[in-house]
């Protein structure tokens, strides 16, 4: 199985890959681990898209993330896309409370990059993860929401799921 998970930031999409891939004993991919290198650099299109092939080699795998460049690579292999299409109020909270709990306790996002987040920026700068979420939050499900139309006539399955309940019930009967 080649699941892509998809959502909004603050959505949980890692925690939500990381239960699935625990429970299918498959590899977990986290895009953002592909493409973050240390002191918050970023990796070129050609560095990140070596990484994701290499990463997406296997046959099963549980893969973390939106990264639309990627598309190109990971349309062709994926079997199943599932949309965590949670409320603007939760998510909002959750990145509030992850941003905070980051900052404070200074934990390392990606091992080996030492890229931690600070409460400085988690509250002050122009790169926080909570304006980021306020800013595009609607925009980003918009664009994630069409996608199920764009796989109405294609081998790959669209899942959506919208609560917590959903997420709790399908992780139950998966």
């Known amino acids: 199985m080649r699941i892509n998970v998809i959502g909004t930031s603050g959505s949980g999409k890692s925690t939500f890959s990381k239960i699935l891939a625990k429970k299918m004993n498959v590899p977990y991919v986290e895009m953002d681990a592909l493409h973050w290198k240390a002191n918050w650099k970023e990796s070129s299109d050609e ?6 092939k290499n990463a997406l080699s296997s046959e099963k795998w549980i893969l973390d993330g939106n990264y639309s ?8 292999q994926i079997q199943i896309v599932i949309f965590l299409d949670l409320p603007f109020y939760l998510v909002l909270y959750r990145i509030i409370k992850r941003s905070l709990v980051r900052g404070l306790k200074r934990q390392e996002l990606w091992a080996g990059t030492g890229n931690k987040e600070s409460i400085l920026k988690v509250l002050f700068s122009k790169d926080s993860m909570i304006f980021f979420t306020i800013k595009n939050f609607y925009k980003n499900r918009k664009r994630y929401s069409k996608l199920s139309n764009n796989f109405q006539n294609s081998q790959i399955k669209f899942i ?5 309940k959903d997420i709790n019930d399908f992780l139950l009967n998966f």
Do not use: M, V
Not at 69 to 76: D, G, Q, S
Not at 160 to 164: F, G, I, P, W
């Open 160 to 164: 959506s799921l919208k609560s917590r």
């Open 69 to 76: 460049k990627t598309e190109h690579i990971k349309w062709k």
């Open 47 to 52: 560095e990140l898209f070596n990484k994701l």
